[in-house]
């Protein structure tokens, strides 16, 4: 198919190009060749399932021609301008948007990615309300640029310090599979508190993942976003929800919090937009919000800010998401993973702690469900774990296998018989974590 053959593939990109998140000499990269629907093919033959949708993003599969035919007529017609200037693509993605959003958001800037959309939400933020803190919760990401790895709660951040200043870090509802979940109330005084404690006049936003992504699909309890919604506004201090995982379908519901009627001050996409097709973020504000750059300049830009291609690309993956059912199928097949899920809890006894909404889920593997002891340690690994993950690629699944979990987020066109094939490598690998628990 191509000119070169899979181990060319893979010497070449280790040698001549920087992988993230690891040091180069374990870069073990799978040479990718081809795509379609559920699954991908590497450049020697082997299929895999996506059950990871790749980066949690391509939400309408792999390789849709309607796509791939939207982002060609536009390479054709208009491949770029200034984004100073007004574009057909743009006019529509942005009254589309206005369209989807909650409430009364109807306005966006756009950009590339999650990471720059959530830097722009702070910055607009910061601008609009006057102060100059941040807060953020542990046990969460949003983005790697120099603002956004400061705001993320997790180890990633760990190597990039010191950051931005002005982020003050809260506690998660979660706490680990050892302890149970907060309940909304708990949490909610507890980030009162602390805002309290750090003078509100000071900060100017909130950012939280609606439901936390990367670190384990973490639902907040019933209340808790609505009281958080109610705290912000108590002190003016905006509410910035990050929707670059759980928007477009992820969770059952074009938003997150649509599934709890909640209205944030501004919300940041990016993934699920362009099914990661082409890069495309947007900061999407409510009036209340925009209407300060009416008199005010925005002191931030992009050289491909608005691109025509991106939106373009966004315009037809949401035609996508409305022409397929793409939402409604999320929800139904979301109950689906439900009953998978709760089959692997029944006949296996490292499986802890299961959860999903939509198609947006997790599994906690733990040593003895008496003591909840997790098979990895927080920011760390295991031998049984990497055998777990050895065998789920041995056998053509791909998915991300994080500390003492495994992901479970394929694209939501997944078939159910695609599902119950997921299902089943991941039921043979858990034979591993029965046969070592305490």
């Not at 791939?68 to 057909?88: D, G, K």
């Not at 987020?409 to 305490?438: H, Q, R, Y």
Request: aromatic share 8%; net charge negative; proline share 6%.
């Amino acid at each position: 198919m191509g000119e070169l053959t899979a181990d060319q593939i893979v010497d070449l990109c280790v040698r001549h190009t920087l992988f993230d998140w690891q040091a180069q000499a374990d870069a073990r990269p799978i040479p990718v060749a081809t795509a379609r629907g559920s699954e991908f093919f590497t450049a020697d033959g082997k299929r895999y399932l996506d059950f990871n949708s790749q980066m949690i993003g391509v939400n309408i599969g792999h390789g849709d021609p309607r796509v791939a035919e939207a982002i060609a007529e536009q390479a054709r017609t208009l491949p770029y301008v200034s984004p100073s200037m007004a574009t057909e693509p743009r006019a529509l993605l942005g009254r589309k948007l206005a369209e989807l959003f909650p409430g009364d958001i109807d306005k966006v800037f756009f950009a590339l990615g999650g990471a720059e959309a959530n830097e722009n939400a702070i910055r607009i933020a910061r601008a609009v309300t006057g102060r100059h803190k941040i807060l953020a919760r542990y046990r969460s990401y949003h983005g790697a640029t120099f603002a956004t790895i400061t705001l993320t709660g997790e180890p990633r951040r760990f190597g990039n310090e010191p950051g931005m200043p002005g982020v003050i870090h809260v506690l998660h509802t979660y706490h680990g599979p050892q302890a149970p979940e907060d309940d909304a109330e708990t949490a909610l005084r507890a980030l009162d508190e602390t805002i309290r404690l750090e003078n509100p006049d000071s900060i100017a936003a909130f950012i939280l993942e609606p439901v936390t992504g990367a670190n384990g699909v973490l639902i907040p309890p019933d209340g808790y976003l609505q009281g958080v919604r109610e705290i912000c506004d108590r002190y003016g201090i905006l509410m910035i929800a990050d929707e670059v995982m759980s928007g477009f379908g992820r969770t059952g519901e074009w938003f997150a919090v649509d599934h709890w009627d909640v209205v944030p001050d501004l919300i940041t996409v990016a993934k699920g937009l362009t099914s990661c097709y082409l890069p495309l973020s947007a900061v999407g504000m409510r009036p209340s919000v925009h209407r300060f750059f009416d008199d005010h300049v925005y002191w931030g830009g992009l050289t491909y800010n608005s691109h025509p291609l991106a939106c373009a690309a966004a315009l037809a993956t949401i035609r996508v998401y409305e022409e397929d059912g793409l939402i409604e199928r999320a929800r139904k097949m979301g109950e689906l993973m439900r009953a998978h899920h709760r089959r692997l809890m029944e006949r296996h006894p490292s499986v802890g702690l299961v959860r999903n909404i939509g198609l947006f889920g997790a599994l906690e593997l733990v040593r003895s469900r008496e003591t909840m002891e997790p098979f990895a340690p927080f920011n760390g690994t295991s031998e049984e774990m990497k055998a777990v993950a050895r065998h789920l690629d041995e056998h053509g699944l791909f998915t991300q296998v994080r500390w003492n979990m495994v992901m479970t987020n394929p694209p939501l066109c997944i078939t159910e018989e695609e599902l119950a094939e997921g299902f089943e490598v991941i039921d043979g690998a858990l034979e591993i974590t029965d046969a070592a628990m305490s």
